[in-house]
């Protein structure tokens, strides 16, 4: 596709149940980010893919939180035994490398309730 | 330590004034990129401007403009006539050569 894209846009979860978000990134691009970004707040860094290398997990707030990504495709972000605190947007991002920009989805909004 | 620095939290500004979003950025790397996204009510982010470190030539595209100043470590970013479209997040970002960084995001509102 043209875009980055992420489903669902919308999901609302039970406290304790795992979910799993979903990132396509446009072909050919390398580099992958999922962000957070909690209500009026700024954008949190989770983790970076890049490439065949090993991610960047430095962001990921507990272990509940992981991701994976195969090869230069598709990346799952998947939250274990969710908690009202994970409720935000999930922002997905990917780039060609450093110097051309990146491109952001539209974001998946997770509610647990 | 915060490597991009938006200490504007919140902006207001009238319909038509100017109106100037700070960025202060930190990095070591002698090449890098700067950035500035926009996040209208809808959400979704929307690419503005790339920057790279070798280039302190000023920008103006339209009504927006962009002042890099390496010496203070500075990409500020101006609205000229600000309309209520305008209304939005403006994230500042910089690109090293393995992460990426945003900054806290400034919140504009304008008012008409």
């Known amino acids: 596709g043209a875009g980055v894209s992420q489903s669902p846009s919308n999901k609302v979860t039970e406290k304790g149940k795992d979910v799993e978000l979903r990132c396509d990134p446009i072909?050919?691009?390398?580099?992958l980010y999922w962000y957070r970004q909690r209500l009026g707040q700024g954008l949190e860094f989770l983790i970076y893919f890049q490439g065949n290398s090993a991610p960047d997990k430095s962001g990921l707030p507990s272990d509940r939180f992981s991701a994976e990504r195969t090869g230069e495709s598709v990346s799952t972000l998947t939250i274990q035994r969710t908690q009202q605190e994970d409720s935000a947007v999930y922002l997905c991002?990917?780039?060609?490398?450093?110097?051309?920009?990146?491109?952001f989805g539209s974001g998946t909004r997770l509610t647990v309730v | 330590a915060q490597k991009v620095t938006q200490a504007q939290t919140e902006i207001s500004v009238v319909e038509k004034e100017d109106v100037t979003l700070d960025c202060v950025y930190e990095t070591r790397d002698t090449t890098y990129y700067l950035f500035w996204y926009k996040q209208p009510p809808s959400g979704e982010l929307v690419f503005l401007i790339r920057?790279?470190?070798?280039?302190?030539q000023n920008e103006i595209s339209g009504r927006y403009s962009w002042n890099f100043q390496k010496s203070t470590s500075s990409f500020n970013f101006t609205i000229t006539a600000s309309q209520v479209v305008d209304s939005a997040v403006y994230f500042c970002a910089l690109s090293e050569v393995d992460q990426f960084y945003f900054g806290t995001g400034t919140s504009l509102t304008v008012i008409p």
């Open positions: 072909s050919g691009h390398t580099a």
């Open positions: 920057r790279n470190s070798f280039d302190e």
């Open positions: 991002a990917s780039s060609r490398g450093q110097a051309r920009g990146y491109t």
